[in-house]
């Protein structure tokens, strides 16, 4: 059985990764600081705590779990906090990356999966978005994250690395089965936001800024079911195994657009339920619409998405927080 290093396996995705990872006969290794992720979350291999900022637990987990690829999900991703402590962000994201890339060059480690984001492109004057599309990172979680595919890019072009980059669009939904879901604290995701409310009664859900030049005035974004999102890592670990990839990008959406108030009423449909809406300000960073165009990660990898609808997502994830969500 082959082990798969996964860092941030404790985490969201990441979690959703290893229980793919195992169904699929290997042996996913967590490598977790734990900062951001959850031990509740780690179900499907071993886990190792660790920090992408010390060089030396990297190596340690290289050494003794000799892993055959790396899915690298470890980030700092809130855009607000990268706005107002955006040097948290180039360390961690940054320099950590580094210190990974470095450890599997020395472990004569050579397939890497990385998670990057939509958010890079930035503000597009086309609604739908491709790997060719421009990119003009808004805050510097999204810069950061293009910094890191350059660092890679540059790497491979220097060595026997062969890497697959996903940039992902608004990530939702919780495993089908509700032994793992989304849950952050505090929690900034919007389907997760707005259940939670919803379950508390006494909540109410703020949308942030309800001028932008959409049909409501509120922000659209892509949401893509976790389960379909580890799907395309799954087929992108492969393509790597066999030869076929050195450096390639994809876009992972659905290629549906939801306003923020789409998606609250969907909750409240899903739900049958009620709660308060607040009309707050922007958040500095955030722009008007951003929908994928995934059809190279279709044509190549044949991937698919089996939650497209927005209703699947909804229902898996408030199925997990009315359930199986983390008391914490």
């Known amino acids: 059985m082959d082990n798969i290093l996964v860092t941030g396996g404790a985490g969201y995705i990441g979690s959703h990764a290893c229980k793919a990872l195992k169904n699929r006969g290997f042996n996913p290794v967590t490598f977790d600081s734990l900062i951001t992720g959850w031990k509740d979350s780690v179900k499907f291999g071993p886990f190792v705590k660790g920090d992408l900022l010390d060089p030396r637990s990297i190596e340690q987990v290289f050494s003794e779990w000799k892993p055959k690829a790396v899915m690298h999900f470890a980030a700092l991703s809130e855009v607000a906090t990268s706005v107002n402590t ?61 910094a890191v595919e350059d660092m890679i890019s540059g790497i491979v072009a220097a060595t026997e690395l062969k890497v697959i980059r996903f940039r992902y669009f608004n990530v939702s939904g919780a495993d089908p089965e509700g032994q793992i879901g989304e849950f952050h604290r505090p929690e900034t995701s919007l389907i997760p936001l707005v259940l939670e409310n919803i379950k508390a009664v006494s909540g109410q859900i703020e949308i942030f800024g309800d001028d932008y030049p959409t049909a ?88 698919r998405c089996q939650y497209p609808e927005i209703d699947n997502i909804v229902s898996h994830s408030w199925n997990w927080i009315k359930h199986g969500a983390y008391q914490k």
């Open 86 to 146: 955006p040097e948290l962000y180039w360390r961690n994201n940054v320099l950590g990356s580094l210190n990974l890339l470095e450890a599997m060059l020395k472990a004569n480690c050579h397939h890497l999966v990385f998670s990057s984001t939509c958010s890079i492109y930035g503000e597009n004057d086309s609604v739908m978005v491709n790997e060719d599309s421009p990119t003009n990172p808004l805050n510097p979680y999204a810069a950061s994250k293009r």
């Open 216 to 303: 409501d005035g509120t922000c659209i974004r892509d949401y893509i079911h976790v389960e379909d999102l580890v799907h395309a890592h799954i087929l992108g670990l492969n393509a790597l195994f066999a030869g076929s990839k050195k450096d390639e990008v994809y876009n992972l959406g659905n290629g549906n657009g939801f306003s923020v108030k789409e998606v609250i009423n969907c909750c409240l449909r899903v739900t049958n339920k009620q709660v308060p809406v607040i009309i707050k300000s922007r958040r500095a960073g955030d722009a008007s619409a951003i929908v994928s165009g995934s059809e190279k990660a279709k044509l190549e990898l044949g991937w």
